[in-house]
T-cell receptor, first 115, second 112 residues
Framework: ETGVTQSPTHLIKTRGQQVTLRCSSQ?????VSWYQQALGQGPQFIFQ???????GRGNFPPRFSGLQFPNYSSELNVNALELDDSALYLC??????????????FGPGTRLTVL | DQQVKQNSPSLSVQEGRISILNCDYT??????FLWYKKYPAEGPTFLIS?????DKNEDGRFTVFLNKSAKHLSLHIVPSQPGDSAVYFC???????????FGSGTKLNVKP
């Protein structure tokens, strides 16, 4: 069984640029959630994708967008990067059946630095 | 909206003793709670969970207690081991919600 993987591991961008982060979900999982973890804080929910559709969103502006593909892998896109976007971005996969929530399993994260 | 709070940023415990990590929540709709452990440069690792129909769940050295009336949960680690040193996050969700709310974490240091 393959765990959750994320790429790249680290990324450095400048203000105003755009970035795409990638996540491969654990085998058998159909739901992917993205979180932002700033230094010294807990993960903050960005959004969740279930069967290729957005299925819930946190308090993040529209410049944070995502995609989920038929193989359940996912992308997080951030446009017009700001300094405050510097954080660890975590992807978590889970299996959502019959409307029930399931435990989320996290990838190692992508460390984004915006200069 | 800080709906899940971990008020102790750090905890230091001697090896072999009990570690007690605490978590409070404000949303009465939460009915599923989890604890995650996080080492530096790694993503959070699932540790143990509890649903609101229970008040205790045990898995080896780890026990989670839930007090719904006080909106409080705690994680007990007995006996504590140096390898338990990590940041511990509690998280909560409701079955009709799609997201987990995380606390800010407690850094546990288990001294040999």
């Amino acid at each position: 069984e393959t765990g959750v993987t994320q790429s790249p591991t680290h990324l450095i961008k400048t203000r105003g640029q755009q970035v795409t982060l990638r996540c491969s979900s654990q085998s058998g999982h159909n739901t992917v959630s993205w979180y932002q973890q700033a230094l010294g804080q807990g993960p903050q929910f960005i959004f969740q994708y279930y069967r290729e559709e957005e299925n819930g969103r946190g308090n993040f502006p529209p410049r944070f967008s995502g995609l989920q593909f038929p193989n359940y892998s996912s992308e997080l896109n951030v446009n017009a990067l700001e300094l405050d976007d510097s954080a660890l971005y975590l992807c978590a996969s889970s299996s959502r059946t019959s409307g029930n929530q399931d435990t989320q399993y996290f990838g190692p994260g992508t460390r984004l630095t915006v200069l | 909206d800080q709906q899940v709070k971990q008020n102790s940023p750090s905890l230091s415990v001697q090896e072999g003793r009990i570690s007690i990590l605490n978590c409070d929540y404000t949303n009465s709709m939460f009915d599923y709670f989890l604890w995650y452990k996080k080492y530096p440069a790694e993503g959070p690792t699932f540790l143990i969970s509890i649903s609101s129909i229970k008040d205790k769940n045990e898995d080896g050295r780890f026990t989670v207690f839930l007090n719904k009336s006080a909106k409080h949960l705690s994680l007990h680690i007995v006996p504590s081991q140096p390898g338990d040193s990590a940041v511990y996050f509690c998280a909560a969700s409701a079955y009709d919600f799609n997201k987990f709310y995380f606390g800010s974490g407690t850094k546990l240091n288990v001294k040999p």
